[in-house]
Each structure stands twice: as C-alpha cells, then as structure tokens.
C-alpha cells in the first residue's frame, strides 16, 4: 500500500472503471476516479495526483489530448496510457508526452504490475523512464524503444538489455560480471561475444555514448 500516492483513473466504460479501481486498491489509498477527460482535468487541478492512469478512446476529449494539457503545466506526473489499438502513431505521441506508459487492451495482470512498480519508483526516486541520448534519439526503458528522429530503431534483445542496464547506472562503469549476469542471464559470456554486441549497438545509437574502461566495463556518457 502506498498512502502518500495520489492516483487518477480515468475511463469511460463504467464496468472497466470499477474492475480497475478494485485492482487498485490493492497497492494505493488515494484514488480518483472519471469517466471522461473534461472532468479528469478538473480532479487533477483538485488533487494534484502523482499517478494518472487513462484510456485514449473517450468522448469530448481523447486519452492522449487529454496528458498532452496536463503536459503543458506538469512535467512530472507519471501516467500508464491503455489503448485497445496498437497504434505507430499513438505510440510516437505517447513518447513525445514523456513518462508514458503505453499498454494494449486486454490488460495483462503482470504487465500492469510492472508498470504500476515502474511508476512507484519513478515517483520515490524522482526519475523518468525515458532518457535523452542526445538532441536525436531517446530511449524508453519500459517500452524498450529506441526513437530517431520520430523512427523507431529496431533493437535485438541482448541490445535492449546492454542498453538498459548502461542507463540504469549512468553514473558509473558497468562491470563485465554484472553485463554477463544481466544480458546472458545464465550463459557465458565470451569477450568476442561482448564486443560484437558492442559494435553492433554503436551502428544504433552515437558511437562516442559508449565508453570502455579496460579491466573493468562499459558506461554511458550523458
């Protein structure tokens, strides 16, 4: 239970709205709760919530239109939008908003926990899941997606995971112990291994982001 958290629920289907308040409950006190954007706004104004939870498809005034006003005076606020349509242009729009969470209707329990968790301590610690590299490309943690200039950069797996684990200690070199627990799991990692993935991701992102330490790791310069 988080009893300083502030959350707003807004969604238009009366049945889902209760569904995911009673879900909510679990983890917070303080939960608000519309049926449309237009009075959504006036709760937020009300209660200044950390959390906004949305649907895009409402009435009057959609999900996205919706955080793109609150995005205007609150830069902070976290929020986990639910389409039911995997749309390329909600997503693009969905990362332009920041601090979105993008998941596709039906929900998956374990996917709205993550998000939930990734909320609470993006919230606690004051951070942000998605991250600036530079003037051109950003990089979204939780939805795994690297953007260029409104284009997504398709990522293998093992790339996803170096990249997310360099960001997640930014301030520091990441050990070679701690890459291969992290994106070989329970297989060995080979030097030659490491340095191809490395190469790879250098064809992805600015090369010059990528600093070696010999005998210790990698780092992420931002």
């Not at 519309?34 to 906004?52: C, M, N, R, V």
């Not at 009057?60 to 986990?80: A, T």
């Not at 070989?184 to 990528?210: C, G, H, Q, R, Y």
Request: glycine fraction near 2%; charged fraction near 30%; charge should be negative.
């Amino acid at each position: 239970m988080n009893n300083k958290i502030k959350v707003l629920y807004v969604e238009d289907d009366d049945i889902a709205r209760e569904n995911g308040i009673e879900y909510l409950e679990n983890y917070f006190e303080y939960i608000y709760e519309s049926s449309d954007a237009l009075s959504a706004l006036k709760l937020y104004e009300k209660h200044q919530p950390h959390l906004i939870i949305t649907d895009i498809q409402m009435p009057k005034l959609n999900g996205l239109e919706f955080i793109q006003r609150i995005r205007e005076k609150d830069k902070k606020v976290q929020v986990i939008v639910i389409s039911a349509f995997s749309n390329k242009e909600y997503l693009f729009k969905a990362i332009e908003l920041q601090l979105v969470k993008y998941l596709i209707k039906p929900l998956k329990e374990q996917e709205f926990q993550e998000a939930l968790s990734l909320c609470i301590e993006s919230i606690n610690n004051d951070s942000s899941n998605i991250y600036k590299l530079n003037s051109d490309y950003t990089f979204d943690i939780f939805n795994s997606t690297l953007v260029c200039k409104d284009e997504i950069v398709k990522l293998r797996t093992k790339e996803i995971d170096f990249l997310t684990l360099l960001l997640k200690n930014k301030n520091r070199y990441v050990t070679y112990t701690e890459i291969e627990n992290y994106v070989w799991n329970e297989n060995a990692m080979s030097k030659d291994a490491l340095k191809t993935l490395v190469k790879n991701i250098k064809t992805k992102i600015p090369k010059e982001l990528i600093l070696n330490l010999s005998g210790t790791g990698y780092k992420i310069d931002l």
